[in-house]
């Protein structure tokens, strides 16, 4: 007989950290607030706490357009707060799971910047195509509305972005992508990640 993993059966909350617990008086949640909440969720019967993105970003998407995979948001404190949810969560056996957004990166993202330049190899880390102002390479939709290709006059090519304009396309066919992709994550104590939206390009 198998036994099923953890995620099958567990009891999992999501915790969208803006909005959950404040603790120093600006409105905002933060990762500190999570952390006075564990009791709570403890005698709920939470096996999991799945945290909505944390990180550095301009917020056009409530977070899901990533401008730094391994810093914490100001907002929602810092890395030593991050470690200490996850240190407490583990004393009470709650398990921590990343909503990691590997879909696209907010066009702040140094990555993006670079890629603005035509001889960059990080050029390649997003999806570029010909057209011209008035002609998108095709018919493509985003899944916000309008057309899934953003122009860039200066290089005179669009780049497909499946959001909002700001959320530009990563190139999950470069490997070079991917193995960047596996070293980015804020701490090596959370126990699982969640996969926001894998592209089906």
Do not use: C
């Not at 099923?4 to 909350?13: A, D, L, R, T």
């Not at 057309?147 to 090519?157: F, L, P, R, Y």
């Not at 994550?185 to 939206?197: E, F, L, M, Q």
């Amino acid at each position: 007989m198998n036994i099923p993993h953890w995620w099958q059966n567990g009891v999992i909350y999501q915790v969208y950290p803006k909005s959950f617990q404040d603790t120093t008086g600006s409105g905002t949640g933060d990762l500190r607030g999570v952390t006075q909440r564990l009791d709570y969720l403890q005698k709920l019967g939470v096996d999991a706490i799945w945290l909505t993105p944390f990180y550095i970003s301009p917020q056009v998407d409530n977070g899901y357009d990533v401008a730094d995979y391994l810093s914490v948001d100001p907002a929602y404190g810092t890395l030593e707060d991050f470690d200490e949810l996850v240190a407490q969560a583990k004393a009470r056996g709650i398990r921590i799971i990343l909503d990691m957004v590997f879909n696209h990166t907010s066009t702040q993202h140094a990555w993006f910047r670079e890629a603005l330049d035509k001889d960059s190899p990080y050029r390649q880390f997003y999806l570029w195509r010909d057209g011209t102002p008035d002609s998108p390479p095709n018919n493509w939709r985003s899944k916000f509305g309008g057309n899934a290709w953003g122009w860039h006059a200066e290089s005179e090519q669009y780049y497909l972005h499946l959001f909002a304009p700001e959320q530009a396309d990563l190139n999950w066919e470069n490997p070079a992508v991917r193995a960047e992709l596996k070293k980015k994550s804020v701490s090596s104590g959370p126990i699982a990640a969640w996969t926001d939206y894998a592209s089906t390009w």
